[in-house]
C-alpha cells in the first residue's frame, strides 16, 4: 500500500513538473534540461498512470479518479504535442491543477484503503 500512496503522489508532482516545464518552453526557455525533465517527467507519469490502472484491486471510487487523471492527461499529451502554441497555456495549467487534484484524492483513497 505504501508502494501506492507514494506512486500516486508521485503523479502529482509529476504533473506539476510537466506543466512548469511547458509554461518555460512557451515563454521562450529554449533549453536540453527543459526538453528533457518534459519528456522524462511526462514518460514516467505514463507509466506510473498505467501501473495504477492495471491494479486489478483498485475500488470503483479509485478507479473513477484514476480514469479521471487519465482523461486529463490525454488532454495535457495533446496540448504538449502541439509546438510553439503558447495558446495551449491555459488548457495545460487547467489540466494540470485537475490531475493534481485528482491525483491528491487518490493517494487519499489509497491511504485510506491501507488503513483497512
Partial sequence: TTQLINQAGRQRMLSQRIANN???RSWGVESAAVRE???MSSN???????KLIARPHNNV???REL???SQQWDWLKASLSVEGASSYRLIVAESADAMLEA???VTRLYTEQGRR
Fill in 22 to 24: 511547458y509554461l518555460l
Fill in 37 to 39: 525533465n518534459l519528456e
Fill in 44 to 50: 514516467e507519469l505514463s507509466a506510473g498512470l498505467a
Fill in 61 to 63: 471510487e479509485i478507479q
Fill in 67 to 69: 480514469e479521471e487523471v
Fill in 103 to 105: 491525483t491528491d484524492r
